[in-house]
């Protein structure tokens, strides 16, 4: 078949093809990943274009390019190339720049760029029409072209004694698998010369290597065809038992199949056991979680038991002592006219209430929501105002004329306005969390970590650090001439003037977290939940009150008709009422939710801030 010269404008991928007459038959070849190998039919003469020529190959690239030669009975058009190898397209892709290339080409030169538009190069989809294209072109099949003599590398030409035919490029591996020019090797020895597929039938009836039917159970007689007819008549020892040997065949060839699918049978149970052992992790799972559950549940409950068995023991303490009262003739002091009840709660805070403070009809409460809130005690009940600006729990209020004094856990005291509730002034303290704040003779106390600092009211000057204090301040009261300090085991008597320490009180239960002072008596509240009471004026420890089962955690002096009474707030959520006359409790208050922190005292009146976020009125 007369063949036609390639050619193809310089720039593949822009212009057309165009065809001429081929003036000889020399083959080039060139390669590309649009097909193993493309080769062309060349004019002598004609102009050589960059897809026209030979290249070499490494081993990272024998899997996309091989040697076989792809020769074209008409040009491709132009366009039909790939600008990247310049040859013609293999499985074309669109890339994010609108242009074609081969995706061998685009991932195997990722760090290069579209020669178009400078682009970089990603594939997209797959340009189907033009693979379309491309498989509709006629080409020689490869077993009617040879290598060209003294040629170079990819030249090849036609081969007269090769395959005529021509087919279309998509069709091209149907026909070279059922080709009859296709070189094959003779089934019986590889020693046989080289023949082609059509001579193959021809050859195994002269061939001189033909082996015995029967080789496969281990005969090894070669010969001609005639020879191993003459061998299975009279020589072969394997003819006579050839029945039984392919009964035997059938039954192995049976066992196997039958073994195949016992070992499918093991697979299904394999999957089957699987599945149940994912199903019994489920519910091992669900079981744990349910089990987790149920001692949650447990505990709730446990802990609900020991609530009400701390309520009936507060109770069956109440009554004891009301019994006590009733046996020493002292039942005057149970009037019903100075029983204590709960007359509202102010509700607001977002966290626990841990410091009250009372000025005229305002109320300030200072809580973990870092905030301080201005409640109207007198006429609308409600909260007047927040004030906002510590980083850190509000721990500690106090007042002195007409400011408000505030400590807390980002270690700073800020000073407040009362009638206009504006912010004054911060000052840095502490180096650890102001814990309470006490002012008296025109001096400013704060109490932390192992110290006492002393501050002009008025500048906020420090002035004195008192020291030798061996744990946490929790607790700071001032007298006309003296401050009491409470710390771990220890309460110490400072003189206001001299701000020397003149006096202290050893106790034996655990760290004082509050103190009172009555007209005749020291009182302090312990983390053993016991309050310590002392005479004013001896020193002289003479009472030991019980009842409580938490820290006491606040005291508060009030004054009555019937004699002085000193509230209690305690970590067992209630609070309790003692008689200073006869030292016993009068009466126990419970109705918070949670931890009893704080007490203030106005107008007969006593507030009670707990951890539940709430501020009780009692009256």
């Not at 102010?346 to 005229?360: A, F, K, R």
């Not at 270690?411 to 502490?430: F, G, N």
Request: hydrophobic share 35%; with cysteine; charged share 20%.
């Amino acid at each position: 078949m007369a063949s036609k010269q390639l050619s193809a404008e310089e720039g593949a991928g822009s212009g057309s093809g165009t065809d001429s007459p081929t003036p000889s038959r020399r083959l080039e070849t060139t390669f590309g990943p649009g097909y193993s190998t493309v080769t062309t039919l060349v004019a002598e003469g004609s102009p050589n274009y960059p897809w026209q020529k030979s290249q070499s190959f490494d081993s990272d690239n024998e899997e996309e390019m091989s040697d076989e030669p792809l020769v074209f009975t008409e040009t491709p058009s132009s366009k039909l190339f790939c600008l990247l190898c310049e040859r013609v397209f293999k499985d074309a892709v669109i890339t994010t720049c609108g242009h074609t290339f081969c995706r061998w080409c685009v991932n195997m030169k990722t760090n290069e760029k579209c020669p178009v538009d400078d682009s970089k190069l990603s594939v997209v989809v797959a340009n189907i029409a033009v693979s379309e294209q491309i498989g509709e072109l006629f080409i020689h099949c490869k077993y009617g072209c040879q290598q060209a003599d003294g040629g170079k590398m990819g030249e090849w030409e036609l081969d007269p004694r090769g395959c005529p035919m021509t087919v279309r490029v998509n069709a091209r591996k149907e026909h070279e698998a059922s080709c009859g020019y296709a070189p094959v090797s003779c089934p019986n020895n590889p020693n046989c010369p080289p023949l082609k597929r059509m001579e193959l039938e021809e050859h195994l009836k002269q061939c001189d290597h033909i082996r015995c039917p029967h080789h496969k159970y281990g005969c090894t007689f070669v010969g001609t065809s005639s020879d191993v007819s003459h061998h299975l008549t009279n020589i072969c020892r394997f003819e006579g038992i050839k029945e039984f040997l392919q009964q035997t065949e059938d039954k192995m060839r049976e066992m196997q199949l039958q073994l195949a699918q016992k070992d499918q049978e093991i697979a299904f149970l394999r999957s089957m056991l699987g599945r149940l052992s994912e199903k019994i992790d489920a519910l091992e799972k669900s079981v744990e979680v349910k089990l987790d559950v149920l001692d949650e549940s447990c505990n709730k409950l446990q802990d609900e038991v020991m609530e009400s068995r701390r309520d009936c023991a507060l109770i069956n303490d109440e009554l004891s002592h009301i019994n006590a009262r009733l046996n020493t003739g002292v039942v005057g002091t149970l009037d019903p006219q100075q029983i204590f009840r709960c007359k509202g709660t102010y509700v607001g805070h977002q966290g626990p209430v841990w410091t009250l403070c009372v000025h005229g009809d305002l109320l300030f409460s200072g809580s973990s929501d870092k905030t301080i809130k201005v409640w109207d005690t007198c006429t609308n009940y409600k909260c007047q105002r927040t004030l906002e600006g510590h980083t850190g729990i509000v721990l500690a209020l106090c007042i002195h004329n007409n400011k408000l004094y505030s400590g807390s856990a980002d270690c700073s005291i800020m000073v407040w306005d009362i009638p206009s509730l504006e912010h004054m002034k911060t000052i840095q303290a502490h180096d650890n969390p102001v814990c309470t704040l006490v002012a008296s003779n025109n001096l400013l106390f704060s109490g932390s970590l192992k110290a006492i600092k002393v501050w002009d009211i008025h500048t906020l000057q420090l002035k004195r650090e008192l020291t030798g204090l061996n744990h946490w301040v929790r607790a700071l009261v001032a007298s006309t001439h003296y401050l009491y300090s409470g710390s771990y085991q220890t309460i110490k008597i400072w003189d206001l003037k001299s701000l020397e320490c003149v006096h202290v009180l050893q106790t034996s239960g655990g760290s004082v977290y509050s103190i009172a002072i009555t007209n005749h008596h020291i009182l302090c509240g312990t983390y053993e939940n016991c309050i310590h009471v002392w005479d004013l004026d001896s020193h002289e420890q003479i009472q030991t009150l019980t009842g409580h089962v938490g820290t006491v955690y606040a005291l508060a002096v009030v004054n009555t008709h019937e004699g002085t009474k000193v509230f209690s707030a305690s970590y067992d959520r209630s609070l309790r009422v003692w008689s200073m006359d006869n030292m016993i409790c009068t009466q126990t208050l419970l109705r918070h939710q949670g931890s009893v922190a704080c007490l203030a005292v106005s107008r007969g009146r006593v507030f009670s801030g707990a951890v539940d976020s709430t501020v009780k009125v009692w009256q």
